[in-house]
């Protein structure tokens, strides 16, 4: 079936440094999805990319996804405490599932 | 108030119990997803619905029965509690598929088995 990888894992960087996370998946995804988890929080959507190539900007936040429509990465610039979190990618293929990434969890030293 | 709901919000049960959590939406959206999280590996897919009466196996979904009986209704139930259940569960809804609408997520229920 379908897999999401995403890496890294874990990432601490101190305020003020870049962070990315990347995504993987083993199949050719329909669209992509990013989602954001505060701490004790739930997921909250932040962006769809749905064509081959696509760069999406909120501020910050830089959304890439691949040519062939099966990788992705978020980066943020200039790390804020506010970005604290866990930020997910989610694909579906076909229609319906969506499959999460494992995560990564962001953490910074103020 | 409009949104997504899950009750309970922390539960605590014995091993070889039932236990059923409840997801409640009114947006009237057509699909639902449930989902665990533990650490180390996300959120994992259980089972989701197209629709009413459409129910499918997601990633994980041993274990775990699901109906939809009604579209803002998605109850998950654990048949017989083990302690490899302890985990949050999420529910989400999402208006389509087609494109991928945004999935909205509930506040998640903390389950722990003893």
């Known amino acids: 079936g379908q897999q999401v990888m995403q890496i890294p894992q874990y990432q601490h960087v101190q305020e003020g440094e870049d962070f990315t996370t990347y995504c993987n998946s083993s199949?050719?995804?329909?669209?992509i999805q990013w989602y954001k988890q505060r701490p004790g929080g739930h997921p909250v959507f932040l962006i769809q990319?749905?064509?081959?190539?696509e760069v999406k900007k909120q501020k910050r936040l830089t959304f890439q996804f691949g040519e062939a429509k099966k990788n992705s990465s978020l980066h943020i610039t200039a790390t804020q405490t506010t970005d604290v979190g866990t930020y997910f990618c989610?694909?579906?293929?076909?229609?319906?599932?969506?499959?999460f990434g494992q995560g990564t969890r962001l953490t910074i030293n103020p | 108030d409009a949104g997504i709901t899950q009750s309970p919000r922390y539960k605590i049960t014995e091993t070889g119990r039932q236990v059923t959590l409840m997801c409640h939406q009114t947006?009237?959206?057509?699909?639902m997803f449930w989902y665990r999280q533990d650490l180390g590996h996300g959120l994992r897919l259980i089972y989701y619905?197209?629709?009413?009466?459409?129910?499918d196996k997601g990633e994980v979904p041993d274990g775990y029965v699901v109906s939809r009986s009604k579209t803002e209704n998605f109850p998950l139930t654990l048949e017989s509690a083990t302690r490899s259940q302890t985990s949050v569960y999420f529910c989400?809804?999402?208006?389509?598929?087609?494109?991928?609408?945004?999935?909205?997520f509930g506040q998640g229920t903390r389950l722990t088995v003893v």
């Open positions: 619905s197209a629709a009413a009466d459409i129910t």
């Open positions: 989610a694909g579906r293929q076909g229609a319906q599932k969506l499959v």
């Open positions: 199949t050719t995804l329909s669209n």
């Open positions: 990319l749905v064509k081959s190539g």
């Open positions: 989400a809804s999402s208006e389509s598929a087609g494109l991928g609408t945004e999935a909205f």
């Open positions: 947006w009237s959206h057509s699909y």
